[in-house]
């Protein structure tokens, strides 16, 4: 009722310290057979459509079908079997079904290709206006990974990467990431990437105690430097973050930016290493990464808190022989885009 609910914000207007938390119905009915009414002992009625009630039911099943319809939940697990999805850029951007199955498959399968754009900068800035907005950090809206004099990130350089997750040092990291291929050299500069969630199964089945010391330790990482701006980042995370089931639902794990301040117990030391090297052994074991090349015009998109990406080490010229430009976006961003596509093209919220 306009009393209760601001309908133009879709919010409640009722004050919650004005709530009677044991209150009960007087009275209710059923109208019309689409809609129930329930009066209140103060005489306040309320109304409510049968449908919109049912779907908010208490039972285990109502609330499995609301939560896979809200948060996409379902995940294809994948190794070097991988099947990279692809999808051309220009579909993605003009034509809505094409831009609902792209974000669809980020959620469940953590990695998609988009081909054809354009071998410029700023094609990036255009995919984020798709979606909505890119994620600003302390490297810019968007960042060139290219070889640089006096590097002030390791990616900025020609040597390996080994696999990791950008931005740990955040205490919330960006949710996906995208890297748009300007120009590809010709020897090395492969990229890598591992399923994370799918190694983060496999650790807690081979090794729950490396899994459990992995997902409670709070490991310091850092980040100082001048790029957007000057910076001095520090955050404490675990390098799995798990729900309340202890399923993985985070990794935090870059080695290049993990603090050599590390604040647990001497004892505790070796054993978190122990652990750690497990799940690095994991990462690389041939049957989990899949390797493959970007090709000039190629953005991989990806879920930056399931898929751990590396490089393979390339040579450097006399300028520059590979240039990548990246860029973040939230989760939240992301996931708002694709319910808005999905009630467009499938007519349904």
């Known amino acids: 009722c306009p009393q209760c609910f601001l309908r133009s914000a ?16 007087k009275d209710i009915a059923l109208a019309d057979g689409k809609k129930i009414s329930v009066t209140w002992p103060d005489g306040h009625a309320s109304e409510y459509e049968v449908e919109w009630l049912k779907k908010r039911c208490f039972s285990e099943e109502a609330r499995a079908e609301m939560r896979g319809d809200l948060f996409l939940p379902e995940r294809q697990y994948w190794g070097s079997d991988l099947q990279l999805p692809k999808i051309p850029f220009e579909e993605i951007m003009y034509n809505d079904e094409s831009a609902y199955k792209w974000l669809c498959t980020l959620k469940k399968v953590g990695i998609v290709l988009l081909t054809g754009a354009a071998t410029r900068q700023g094609e990036l800035v255009k995919l984020g206006h798709r979606i909505g907005f890119l994620r600003l950090t302390f490297y810019g809206p968007t960042w060139q990974v290219q070889d640089k004099a006096d590097a002030n990130n390791v990616a900025y350089t020609t040597g390996k990467l080994c696999f990791h997750t950008d931005y740990p040092v955040l205490q919330h990291p960006p949710g996906v990431q995208f890297l748009h291929c300007i120009k590809q050299t010709d020897a090395g500069g492969e990229s890598e990437v591992v399923d994370g969630f799918h190694v983060c199964n496999r ?74 090297k497990e799940f690095v052994d994991l990462l690389n074991s041939a049957e989990h990464k899949f390797t493959y090349k970007l090709k000039p015009g190629d953005i991989v998109t990806f879920d930056n808190w399931r898929v751990l990406h590396g490089r393979q080490s390339y040579q450097s010229g006399s300028e520059v022989t590979r240039h990548l430009e990246g860029a973040y976006a939230d989760w939240d961003v992301v996931m708002s885009r694709l319910r808005l596509l999905r009630k467009r093209v499938l007519n349904r919220d």
């Not at 985070?250 to 750690?276: H, S």
């Open 203 to 276: 650790l807690k089945e081979q090794s729950p105690q490396a899994y459990q010391i992995l997902s409670s330790t709070a490991v310091d990482y850092t980040d100082v430097g001048v790029d957007y701006c000057d910076f001095a980042v520090q955050c404490k995370q675990r390098i799995i973050d798990v729900d309340s089931r202890g399923q993985a639902v985070r990794i935090n794990y870059n080695n290049a930016t993990r603090d050599t301040i590390f604040d647990i117990p001497a004892e505790k030391v070796r054993p978190f290493y122990g652990a750690l």
């Open 10 to 25: 879709r919010a409640r207007r009722l004050l919650f310290e004005d709530l009677d938390v044991n209150i009960v119905v």
